[in-house]
């Protein structure tokens, strides 16, 4: 296992390398250049100044998160095959600065969505990412845009980016004809088209899961289970075609045997690397997301672990959002403090799996 954590750069992240590197046990990055518009080529010069400043601070990245796809690919329209070849090209350039594995989503339009960035938490006074979907009522997808931009603390959120959300009317619209089958044979033609350029550097394409793990706003989600995964894995049947399992994403719907999940791709050999996270749930499509210790919240970390330990224990992990804690403020999901505890427990947990299998 690799431990990582996730860093928008020097110029949009207020967490520093070298806090970075002072967590124990921190290998690297899953690194992104936030301001890259879904559609454009990740240039070769900038991937290669983020790199040097990465390798500077003695991390390593070798995983790259959120090169966006273009929703006209999303959506099956003519332009798709130019943002398909800007997509390769991508995948070139950062297979030359060692990148081994590439996160993404096939989302449409949202690639995650809260109802509320900073919830406070009862039991202890921190606060969390949470949604509850009876609280969207008659709130529309523009009401929860200008919302969550509103309570971003002034940061760019990762799917939030406002040239991606400038054309959302005319891209909800243009949903409005689009089938979960019609999704899913446009995501066959994206694969098609960039699963050879990955065979050949060397690449794995990570796909992330829907969040939360069901349909909003009635726009198709086709990844959100096992089964989903399973017939996302068939469209281009492909070591490069692989998984990023968030476990609070599919966590989130309670349905979803987290250890089980890990262990059928784990075993098949096609999960790229993890972020893992807890969840509470609340009710019915009700969370908040919690501490990363078990007890916190309902999923079991023993057991995801376990099951990334006997499966694959070569993968990057990254602990995923935290808390707000210790009155830090900074981009929600993604300060410091909790993020860093998150690492320190898993990294606990894998020593005392591996020291208990060789007792």
């Not at 989903?228 to 968030?246: E, R, V, Y």
């Not at 894998?350 to 007792?359: D, L, P, R, S, Y």
Request: aromatic fraction near 10%; charged fraction near 20%; charge should be negative.
């Amino acid at each position: 296992m690799k431990m990582t954590f996730r860093w928008y750069g020097s110029q949009s992240d207020s967490i520093t390398l070298s806090q970075i590197k002072q967590i124990p046990g921190m290998s690297g990055l899953m690194g992104v250049l936030d301001y890259k518009a879904a559609g454009q080529v990740w240039e070769d010069k900038e991937i290669e100044a983020y790199m040097a400043e990465v390798h500077a601070a003695g991390l390593e990245c070798e995983v790259i998160e959120s090169v966006n796809v273009h929703e006209d690919i999303k959506l099956g329209l003519p332009a798709r095959d130019e943002y398909i070849a800007n997509y390769c090209q991508s995948i070139r350039n950062l297979a030359k600065h060692g990148v081994k594995v590439i996160v993404y989503n096939f989302m449409p339009v949202f690639d995650w969505l809260r109802t509320d960035l900073a919830r406070p938490i009862p039991e202890d006074g921190s606060n969390s990412l949470y949604f509850d979907e009876a609280q969207l009522g008659d709130m529309g997808p523009l009401e929860i845009v200008r919302s969550t931009i509103e309570n971003s603390n002034g940061f760019t959120l990762p799917g939030w980016e406002p040239a991606r959300l400038a054309e959302l009317e005319n891209t909800l619209e243009q949903y409005k004809s689009v089938s979960s089958e019609d999704l899913l044979a446009n995501y066959k033609y994206f694969l098609d088209g960039i699963i050879p350029t990955c065979e050949e550097t060397g690449v794995v394409m990570a796909v992330h899961p829907d969040d939360p793990a069901w349909p909003i706003f009635g726009l198709p989600r086709v990844a959100h289970s096992q089964a989903d995964f399973d017939k996302i894995l068939a469209l281009h049947d492909s070591p490069s075609n692989a998984l990023c399992l968030c476990t609070g994403s599919l966590g989130s719907d309670p349905a979803n045997d987290i250890p089980a999940i890990i262990r059928h791709f784990g075993e098949m050999g096609r999960i790229g690397c993890l972020h893992v996270r807890n969840v509470k749930h609340l009710g019915y499509h009700k969370f908040r997301e919690a501490a990363h210790l078990s007890s916190t919240g309902d999923l079991d970390m023993y057991a995801i672990l376990k099951a990334v330990h006997d499966t694959c224990p070569n993968t990057y992990i990254r602990p995923d959002h935290g808390r707000m804690i210790w009155d830090e403020t900074g981009r929600p999901g993604y300060g410091l403090y909790d993020r860093a505890l998150g690492a320190a427990y898993l990294n606990g947990l894998w020593e005392a799996i591996g020291k208990g299998e060789q007792a």
